[in-house]
T-cell receptor, first 112, second 112 residues
Framework: NAGVTQTPKFRVLKTGQSMTLLCAQD?????MYWYRQDPGMGLRLIHY???????AKGEVPDGYNVSRLKKQNFLLGLESAAPSQTSVYFC???????????FGDGTRLSIL | SQKIEQNSEALNIQEGKTATLTCNYT??????LQWYRQDPGRGPVFLLL?????KEKRKERLKVTFDTTLKQSLFHITASQPADSATYLC???????????FGTGTRLQVTL
């Protein structure tokens, strides 16, 4: 049982490059979330989805886009990477909003 | 604005003692409060959920209390072990909200 799988695990980008982070869950959860975690800042919600085909902005959405074309996948895109987006990105899923979230092990992204 | 406070300083305790971690929140009326554990380089893992009408919740050596008057939750680990060393995150959730907000976490270090 894989749970939540994030791809890739590590990535180094140059400023201005674009990339997509993939999150896949095999638990048939409705809700999916993208967070970033920076030292001293804790987990901050970027975007989330309450079901297939839906997306919504979280606390820090600027510079990111997301898509949820399939229920099991939630993609996070950086169109033009900036050094301020250097962070660890976590994806999570839950059956409903008030139920426990299951997290992946993160993508460590460095932007030079 | 909504604010969640967890002690940013590490809590160092001796093996066998009870560890108590605090989560205070302001401008919130959470219907639920969740606690997670995060190990270095890993995603958070759900531990316990407590509802506003529950004063206390237990799971093995873990105990969570929820005082809506004080706007505080306490997380206790009894008979602590070095394997309990990790960062612990609290996350209150309002009843109508569709997303969690996490505290910055408290790092617990259990020594022999």
């Amino acid at each position: 049982n894989a749970g939540v799988t994030q791809t890739p695990k590590f990535r180094v980008l140059k400023t201005g490059q674009s990339m997509t982070l993939l999150c896949a869950q095999d638990m048939n959860h409705e809700y999916m979330y993208w967070y970033r975690q920076d030292p001293g800042m804790g987990l901050r919600l970027i975007h989330y989805s309450v079901g297939e085909g839906t997306t919504a902005k979280g606390e820090v959405p600027d510079g990111y886009n997301v898509s949820r074309l399939k229920k099991q996948n939630f993609l996070l895109g950086l169109e033009s990477a900036a050094p301020s987006q250097t962070s660890v990105y976590f994806c999570a899923s839950s059956p409903l909003s008030n139920q426990p979230q299951h997290f992946g092990d993160g993508t460590r992204l460095s932007i030079l | 604005s909504q604010k969640i406070e967890q002690n940013s300083e590490a809590l160092n305790i001796q093996e066998g003692k009870t560890a108590t971690l605090t989560c205070n929140y302001t401008n919130y009326s959470p219907a639920y409060l969740q606690w997670y554990r995060q190990d270095p380089g890993r995603g958070p893992v759900f531990l316990l959920l407590i509802r506003e009408n529950e004063k206390e919740k237990r799971k093995e050596r873990l105990k969570v209390t929820f005082d809506t008057t004080l706007k505080q939750s306490l997380f206790h680990i009894t008979a602590s072990q070095p394997a309990d060393s990790a960062t612990y995150l609290c996350a209150p959730l309002s009843g109508t909200a569709s997303k969690l907000t996490f505290g910055t976490g408290t790092r617990l270090q259990v020594t022999l």
